[in-house]
């Protein structure tokens, strides 16, 4: 008996954690796609070429006109979603310049580590929360 391997799509993204001087964390909601309304770090897949840190300042800078700077990388997460497995690695950010304007999401919340719950984070980032709210004890 034959058996049929589908060939799973493999997306590769990064993304940031963006935190203030309060201890905040920046989150973000879909505005698009499959996942719409589902809240997430903000950033994108990388581009040919593209270090994670390069691809990941050009996303927030197209995402939300802001210029951040990175810090370092908190983890990369696998994660299998239905229609694709997704590599995300995630990293501690701060903003340099730039009023995070929402251009591509639907809405945003600056969540202190009591209100990290508070949304419906997408599966492969409700992971980097969990490693979020131990780090910030």
Not at 38 to 43: I, N, S
Request: glycine share 6%; charged share 30%.
């Amino acid at each position: 008996m034959w058996q049929i391997i589908k060939e799973v799509k493999q997306i590769e993204v990064v993304a940031a954690i963006i935190h203030d001087d309060e201890g905040r964390i920046f989150a973000t909601q879909r505005g698009y796609g499959e996942m719409k309304d589902g809240w997430e770090f903000p950033g994108g897949k990388m581009e040919p070429g593209e270090s994670p840190e390069e691809a990941l300042k050009r996303e927030i800078w197209e995402e939300l006109e802001t210029m951040i700077f990175v810090e370092r990388l908190v983890q990369t997460v696998e994660w299998d979603y239905p229609a694709f497995h997704l590599t995300m690695h995630c990293f501690w950010c701060h903003i340099e310049s730039g009023s995070l304007k929402l251009k591509e999401h639907e809405a945003a919340k600056w969540l202190t580590k009591d209100q990290l719950d508070s949304v419906d984070w997408l599966p492969a980032d409700r992971i980097v929360v969990e490693t979020i709210k131990n780090e910030m004890e």
